[in-house]
């Protein structure tokens, strides 16, 4: 997993102590989901709460990275000046567990190509001190 | 036995609009003022018998015109003397400040509310702020945070995903989709007060360009400058007033979904089935007594989504049922959009619809008037995981 400088202006999140974990886990090559230690439901957004089974015993857990595309935009507009358009604004669920989708963009690839129910893979791209989860067509999944 | 819900027992006494522009020559207060000034005279009132105040979501000062005029501002500068007031950002979409006033009035809190909605975002894109709370550079804490990094800057573009999926599971086609727009155009090329009149063809809406895909440009509503104010009052004191009774028959106010924007629990229906179960639980009207349709269309698929959530087709067939624009048209089974809607007469923001069934309901429609005497108005407001929804109706 590579990251890169970045081409695209990138409004960033600010950080607390549920959400932390997820944009910086990049640094170390992981994606990181919290996960409930009693009963392995992912909880997204990250909070300390475990919807499932009520424990508060739920921290980032590392996932595999992989997910699939539930569904997808590709935006023309530049709402920015510097931002390069045409890109793809997706909402991938993560394989680990249907109900946890992530907002990301799909990148290194062409965006008219991409189409829901693609498979991908995480990569991160550091922008100052988070890294930005994104994500690419899982090249084992596509000819 | 559903004709003791407390929302029965309410009525539309007023309606007012200051006038809609792409450019207002004076500020979003004195917008506002024109709107609530007209609402009062419209139902034959005065300004110290206004004792209750609401508005969707109060002010935000952030210059981008989605919010500049709150209640402290209005209350102020017509020296309104109030018993109850609330402004409600975090409720079932903009009609949650109607169900606010529904419930203080049944309090016994107020006696003749008013609600208004001001938007002055004509103006300020003018001045460059398309959204103020997402600067690249800065760090943000807003609840968008998630789609921040991504260049979802705007609703266009987090909307698009949901439709982009209602797409994929209903196989709807773009000249279906059209019809929403089209129909629009073609009520608001008679209302004098619209924004855009003149007539869109199919050929005009397929060559138009793509924003974020499906959505097109004739897909996305109108920012506007302009206020809408709404009069509320009990029903018993309706009945002696200048309009003729128009009740609320039901509400649906709840969220029984996440209410998260990237968390939806199902992307091509979003909230609002079960908000309209509930207004349909509350009433002994169903889908076939209503005689106009005010749904929203912030974005066109909106009122695709509603026409079916509320029962008017089946999951999945809107496109069929839009097709030819025929059934949705002012001569139509089920006119909808009757003033253009926000596509075509301007970004109300639901109270846009709000006013407009009133029109309708009162037979003030003129050029656009829907014949036989329409007796019930189904509303409904928003996308993603917020909805809200009513019946009007006249007695
Ligand atoms: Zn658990």
């Known amino acids: 997993m590579s990251s890169q400088p970045s081409e695209f ?70 709402w920015f000046p510097d931002i390069p358009v045409p890109y793809v604004v997706a909402m991938v669920a993560i394989e680990e567990q249907q109900d946890v989708r992530l907002i990301t963009n799909i990148v290194d690839c062409d965006p008219l190509s991409v189409e829901i129910g693609d498979k991908v893979r995480v990569r991160f791209e550091q922008v100052e001190d988070l890294w930005i989860p994104l994500f690419f067509p899982d090249p084992e999944a596509r000819p | 036995m559903t004709t003791d819900y407390p929302e029965k027992g309410i009525a539309i006494t007023g309606i007012g609009q200051s006038k809609i522009s792409r450019g207002a020559q004076k500020s979003a207060l004195g917008l506002t003022i024109d709107a609530v000034m007209d609402a009062i005279e419209d139902a034959g009132l005065e300004r110290k018998d206004i004792d209750g105040l609401a508005c969707w979501p109060g002010a935000i000062t952030d210059g981008s ?29 903009q009609f949650g400040a109607m169900f606010n006033v529904i419930a203080a009035l049944n309090a016994g809190l107020c006696r003749h509310a ?25 760090r943000t804490y807003s609840h968008m945070a998630w789609h921040a990094p991504y260049g979802a800057f705007v ?104 209410n998260n924007w990237s968390q939806l629990d199902a992307l091509a229906t979003q909230a609002q089935p079960e908000v309209a179960n509930m207004m349909w639980n509350r009433t002994d009207l169903c889908p076939k007594d209503v005689d106009i349709a005010e749904l929203y ?46 596509l075509s007469a301007g970004r109300m923001h639901a109270y846009g619809q709000i006013h407009e069934a009133c029109i309708q309901l009162w037979g003030r429609g003129e050029a656009r008037q829907v014949k036989g005497d329409p007796r019930v108005v189904a509303l409904s407001t928003a996308g993603g995981p917020l909805a809200g929804a009513f019946l009007l109706v006249k007695e």
């Open chain 2, 114 to 138: 008013i609600v208004f909605r001001t938007m002055y975002q004509a103006t300020a894109r003018k001045r460059g702020l398309v959204n103020a709370s997402f600067q690249p550079g800065q």
């Open chain 2, 155 to 258: 609703a266009v573009t987090q909307q698009a995903l949901y439709f982009a999926r209602y797409v994929h599971e209903s196989g709807i086609r773009p000249e279906q989709v059209a019809q929403i727009a089209l129909n629009g155009r073609r009520n608001a090329s008679l209302n004098p007060a619209a924004i855009y009149r003149t007539p869109l063809t199919l050929d005009e809406y397929m060559e138009s360009p793509m924003i974020s895909s499906p959505l097109r440009i004739f897909d996305c509503d109108v920012p506007i400058d302009g206020s809408t104010a709404i009069l509320l009052s009990r029903r018993e004191e309706a009945k002696d007033m200048r309009n003729p009774v128009l009740h609320i028959d039901s509400i649906g106010c709840n969220m029984h979904y996440r």
């Open chain 1, 9 to 78: 202006p990138r409004t960033l999140p600010a950080l607390d102590l549920d959400n932390e974990a997820f944009w910086t886990g990049g640094k170390n090559g992981e994606l990181l989901i919290n996960r409930c230690d009693d009963c392995g439901y992912y909880v997204h957004p990250p909070t300390g709460f475990c919807p499932s089974c009520e424990s508060r015993d739920v921290r980032p857990q590392p996932v595999s990275g992989r997910g699939e595309i539930v569904t997808m935009t590709v935006n023309y507009r530049a």
């Open chain 2, 297 to 342: 269309d912030g974005f066109s698929f909106h009122s695709i989504n509603w026409l079916e959530n509320f029962g008017f087709c089946k999951q999945f067939e809107a496109g069929d049922f839009i097709e030819g624009g025929h059934r949705i048209a002012l001569e139509g089974e089920l006119p909808i959009n009757t003033n253009g809607g926000a």
């Open chain 2, 65 to 93: 015109g989605f919010a500049p005029v709150g209640i402290p501002a209005l209350q102020d500068a017509l020296r309104l003397k109030v018993n109850w007031y609330a402004n409600t950002r975090e409720t079932s979409g």
